[in-house]
């Protein structure tokens, strides 16, 4: 039986001794059931994307920690790797992977054209200069007056007026949602209320032109993604994009919804490696619900159960 836990189940069972009386028969069950030999519980790169955001306010309990994660998984580690179509599951040092991690955290470029400081003849950095050269269509600032959102993710843009202050931009923005958690809610915010004026127009949606999808009778963010065809891919395994993106959907509809964006990534990280295993556990409520909804729609048989649930049924 192979059993996906929670960051927040770890940090408990680490806790055990400082519970309560009825939480912590509840864990000793749950600690007892997967020392089991028949029983895998694997650590993945989300977990320690969990520590590494603590380790970021206070580091002193960070290798306490990392020797739980030891403990209850035996080092075993699902990962899916960059490029890869699948997910591995291979024994690897939790340390070393922290190690790894926190490394490129501390090496991650800050800026646009610091994306590229790895070619050392500068060849690429002038290449990507001359989008200064290429401005912006008059369209574009269009955006500004329909809402003061767009002001936020593409202020350069504004003054500018070129293809590399766009860049320069979006490259900040996706920076800025890792750690300005007004950025993330203002986003899901204009996207909540796009969507309900979109629906207010009847007449819309019948005169939509679409060449290979049905105009949907009512729009919603799921209708919505099916109206934009892209051709590039978040990751070369299909299921890794299609967890990652129905879970951040629900997260959008506003219900159980994450005011931090790194959180709802890594819960729907957590969500997208709990369906390789046959139980999902988590204690938070959101990354629950979230889970739930997202195995239901896309017909995983993973079943997500908060702690006390798994150990009235086993």
């Not at 899916?80 to 024994?91: G, L, R």
């Not at 401005?135 to 293809?163: A, H, V």
């Not at 909540?192 to 939509?208: E, M, T």
């Amino acid at each position: 039986m192979d059993i996906y836990l929670d960051w927040n189940i770890f940090d408990r069972i680490e806790k055990i001794t400082q519970l309560q009386d009825s939480d912590r028969r509840t864990f000793e069950s749950l600690e007892k059931i997967i020392s089991n030999e028949k029983v895998s519980i694997p650590y993945s790169n989300a977990h320690l994307n969990d520590l590494l955001r603590g380790f970021k306010k206070n580091s002193y309990f960070i290798d306490k920690h990392l020797d739980t994660l030891e403990k209850l998984t035996n080092n075993l580690c699902i990962c899916q790797y960059w490029n890869h179509e699948h997910v591995v599951w291979h024994n690897r040092s939790v340390k070393e992977f922290f190690k790894e991690k926190k490394e490129e955290i501390e090496s991650e470029p800050e800026t646009f054209l610091e994306l590229v400081d790895f070619d050392e003849t500068g060849i690429l950095k002038s290449y990507i200069k001359a989008f200064e050269l290429i401005p912006l269509p008059k369209q574009f600032y269009d955006c500004y007056k329909y809402d003061s959102l767009f002001g936020i993710i593409y202020p350069t843009s504004r003054k500018e007026k070129n293809m590399l202050a766009l860049c320069n931009d979006l490259h900040a923005f996706s920076m800025r949602l890792k750690t300005d958690y007004s950025v993330y809610k203002s986003l899901r915010s204009f996207l909540v209320k796009s969507i309900s004026k979109l629906n207010k127009k009847k007449d819309l949606l019948k005169q939509l032109k679409l060449s290979s999808v049905e105009a949907p009778e009512h729009l919603t963010i799921f209708e919505l993604s099916k109206l934009i065809a892209t051709k590039t891919e978040s990751s070369k395994n299909k299921n890794y994009s299609r967890i990652i993106e129905t879970f951040i959907k629900y997260d959008l509809k506003g219900y159980k919804s994450d005011a931090n964006f790194n959180n709802l990534f890594d819960d729907a990280l957590h969500t997208f490696y709990g369906a390789h295993c046959d139980y999902f556990i988590t204690r938070d409520d959101r990354c629950h619900y979230k889970a739930i909804k997202t195995f239901e729609k896309l017909g995983i048989k993973t079943v997500v159960l908060k702690p006390e649930e798994f150990e009235r049924i086993i």
